[in-house]
């Protein structure tokens, strides 16, 4: 069992810049991807960005060169999320889920609000 835990949200003006994190506990962080995912009000939630276990990334269009995942530490079970130029349209929960490649993402965190004002 994982369990996966986001902070780091809160409320930016248009342009600023949040960095989010998402700490795991649980056994085999290492072998599992790590990826964001957003909801906003009255949508669907939606893919942002991932991190393979081997540090390979992607991510959304929409936040292609804006958003990144600079690394994973496996000594301290936490992925980030650093969001740069950030817009109204960003606004939303941001969720953290993890998963064994090819699994799909079987664990998921609380979420944490990351709200942009224009």
């Known amino acids: 069992q994982v369990q996966l835990v986001e902070s780091g949200g809160g409320l930016v003006q248009a342009g600023g810049s949040l960095t989010l994190s998402c700490a795991a506990s649980?056994?085999?962080?290492?072998?599992?991807?790590i990826g964001w995912f957003r909801q906003a009000p009255g949508k669907e939630r939606e893919f942002v960005a991932v991190?393979?276990?081997?540090?390979?990334?992607?991510y959304a269009d929409s936040v292609k060169g804006r958003f990144t995942i600079p690394s994973r530490d496996n000594v301290k079970n936490t992925v980030y999320l650093l969001m740069n130029s950030l817009k109204p349209e960003d606004t939303a929960v941001y969720y953290c889920?993890?998963?064994?490649?090819?699994?799909?993402?079987?664990?998921w965190g609380q979420g944490t609000q990351v709200t942009v004002s224009s």
């Open positions: 649980g056994r085999a962080f290492s072998s599992y991807s």
């Open positions: 889920a993890g998963g064994l490649p090819g699994r799909g993402f079987e664990y």
């Open positions: 991190m393979t276990p081997n540090t390979g990334t992607s």
